[in-house]
């Protein structure tokens, strides 16, 4: 039979009960980070794990070089705690903007500690002088080497423990933990570039490909000329380039058009291989890359 219970019988749980009810948001809410492109969601979710929500503004197949924020992606900015930055360059435009439009933002450069190299080629410093960059022609795609990657995950940390101190232990042991994923992901990558001739040349549309060439000592050769696919004179020199360094596969981003790299690909009888830098699967898509210059498999 069913048992009625006095109120005061009741009132002790029920009471407790609503204290956890009203604790609950607070104890459980998760910090709010804005990141500039899709490889920084990995590396905080890494760290941050179930403490963070990561929303990221440069959305996949967009350009991180001219990308504008669409009015979700500012409200979002409107509740966030962090902005993790990466050295892009819509940031130089945007960041004074998100800091205005959110006077609580912290905003932090993840690729802070980072040696900077210059974009290899002459063709991109003419791109760079065309478009009026004024920073000293560097490359800002710092996170294809895994290496570099642990001093982006030394500054997501200690990010996330500026704004959240009460999970530093939570935190550390994420980042402790991600080192060493990030140092068994190099280790394979040399493993499958262990027979691959140093300083083996293989051919990108872009040059964003730079820092992961002098980690693992390959050499990329660019087929963009001031930012744009090369004409037909410029074309052939590339194409005898290539046919020198005997490379063995062209990599093409879904940022840019891939029509310059089909055309020398069909010459030199080599795949036409979809890499992006800004690719979600940033692991596997790194260890996809090694696995072309080295000429196996890449399913």
Not at 135 to 141: A, N
Not at 189 to 205: A, D, G, Y
Request: with cysteine; aromatic share 8%.
């Amino acid at each position: 039979m069913l048992q009625l219970h006095s109120k005061k019988m009741i009132g002790r749980p029920l009471k407790k009960l609503l204290l956890i009810l009203l604790l609950t948001p607070l104890t459980f809410a998760s910090t709010d980070v804005v990141v500039s492109i899709v490889p920084q969601k990995i590396f905080v979710e890494k760290i941050g794990g179930d403490k963070v929500t990561v929303t990221v503004m440069v959305e996949a197949g967009s350009s991180p070089h001219t990308y504008t924020p669409k009015p979700s992606q500012m409200k979002k900015l409107s509740q966030a705690k962090l902005y993790l930055g990466i050295g892009v360059e819509f940031e130089e435009v945007w960041l004074g903007k998100f800091a205005n439009q959110n006077k609580n933002l912290l905003i932090f450069d993840t690729s802070l500690n980072i040696q900077k190299q210059t974009m290899e080629g002459e063709e991109h410093k003419q791109c760079l002088n065309l478009h009026q960059h004024d920073h000293d022609e560097l490359d800002p795609h710092v996170w294809v080497d895994p290496q570099n990657v642990k001093i982006i995950a030394k500054n997501i940390f200690d990010a996330l423990v500026t704004v959240d101190a009460n999970n530093t232990e939570y935190y550390k042991q994420n980042y402790e933990s991600y080192l060493k994923e990030l140092d068994a992901l190099d280790e394979e990558i040399k493993k499958i570039l262990k027979e691959t001739p140093k300083h083996s040349t293989f051919m990108v549309f872009h040059p964003s490909w730079g820092y992961f060439a002098k980690r693992y000592e390959l050499t990329q050769l660019p087929v963009e000329i001031e930012g744009k696919a090369p004409k037909m004179k410029a074309l052939v020199e590339i194409i005898k380039k290539a046919k020198k360094a005997n490379v063995h596969a062209i990599f093409t981003q879904p940022e840019f058009s891939d029509k310059a790299s089909q055309n020398i690909a069909r010459n030199l009888k080599i795949p036409v291989v979809k890499a992006s830098p800004l690719a979600e699967n940033w692991a596997e898509n790194l260890k996809r890359l090694a696995k072309a210059i080295a000429h196996k498999e890449t399913k």
